[in-house]
T-cell receptor, first 116, second 107 residues
Framework: EADIYQTPRYLVIGTGKKITLECSQT?????MYWYQQDPGMELHLIHY???????EKGDLSSESTVSRIRTEHFPLTLESARPSHTSQYLC???????????????FGAGSRLTVL | QKEVEQNSGPLSVPEGAIASLNCTYS??????FFWYRQYSGKSPELIMF????GDKEDGRFTAQLNKASQYVSLLIRDSQPSDSATYLC???????FGKGTRLSVIA
């Protein structure tokens, strides 16, 4: 059973709309991540957080923004969606720390966004 | 910027053979490496991680790490059609993934 939840799973929306992709985890993990992946293509890190009120941009420039007000919640927002934002967005979390394997990622099922 | 390089494949092996997947990395300071498997249309799932030089075995899977040469590999023994997927190599913090190698096991 998944311990990290993403909603919506699928979203089709028109250009210019504001969207928020939700991600919640019940494992008490400090570290959370957003990845973007086009079909058959590589995973790109777009945002990450090491704890409450901590957010960083990843290696792929993204027009999206994130927030981390609660440990369990890491939403991603696009203020004005465009067709170029069409992609799969994967949320992940890890415990963090120095213990071996502390950075093993648990992924959510993903949110597939289509912008018309 | 840290990079993790993988041969994108596809790599085709017959059922029962050994599949060998390789990965090189640019950051000499990287300490841990992870192998994930991703089935088409699904999210990645962890196969195993390794942080010490040498081999680490888990069932049919063996990860190998050589920090001097900056490469990490994954061997899959007795490959099964159900092993057909994309295999992703990743280093540690923050987790940067390689492009993945598509493996096809032919029955």
């Amino acid at each position: 059973e998944a311990d990290i939840y993403q909603t919506p799973r699928y979203l089709v929306i028109g250009t210019g709309k504001k969207i928020t992709l939700e991600c919640s985890q019940t494992m008490g993990h400090d570290k959370m991540y957003w990845y973007q992946q086009d079909p058959g293509m590589e995973l790109h890190l777009i945002h990450y957080s090491y704890g409450v009120n901590s957010t960083e941009k990843g290696d792929l420039s993204s027009e999206s923004t994130v927030s981390r007000i609660r440990t369990e919640h890491f939403p991603l927002t696009l203020e004005s969606a465009r067709p170029s934002h069409t992609s799969q967005y994967l949320c992940a979390s890890s415990a963090g720390g120095r213990v071996a394997g502390a950075n093993v990622l648990t992924f959510g099922a993903g949110s597939r966004l289509t912008v018309l | 910027q840290k990079e993790v390089e993988q041969n994108s494949g596809p790599l085709s092996v017959p059922e029962g053979a050994i599949a060998s997947l390789n990965c090189t990395y640019s950051d000499r300071g990287s300490q841990s490496f992870f192998w994930y498997r991703q089935y088409s249309g699904k999210s990645p799932e962890l196969i195993m991680f390794i942080y010490s030089n040498g081999d680490k075995e888990d069932g049919r899977f063996t990860a190998q790490l050589n920090k001097a040469s900056q490469y990490v590999s994954l061997l899959i023994r007795d490959s099964q059609p159900s092993d057909s997927a994309t295999y992703l190599c990743a280093d540690n913090t923050p987790l940067v993934f390689g492009k993945g190698t598509r493996l096809s096991v032919i029955a």
